[in-house]
């Protein structure tokens, strides 16, 4: 399978930064939720999903960075 080229990656890149950005303001809204008193059953759940699923965001984001910086 052949590289992606720098288009490629550039537009893989704005995709999962927005991805990122919806994801961190949802997991805001849930850590509201939580420090406010407002925590249902599965919010700490879900609020870990959510968390989980940034983290590997970013550590793809941060991949592709370092492919674009090379």
Known sequence: MAEPNLEDLRTELSALEA???????????LQDQID???ESGTTR?????????RQELHRRIESIRERLAD
Not at 19 to 29: F, G, H, N, P, V
Not at 45 to 53: A, C, G, K, Q
């Open 19 to 29: 991805k990122e950005a919806q994801l961190s303001a949802t997991r805001k809204r």
């Open 36 to 38: 406010f008193g407002f």
């Open 45 to 53: 759940e879900r609020e870990r999903e959510v968390s989980d699923e």
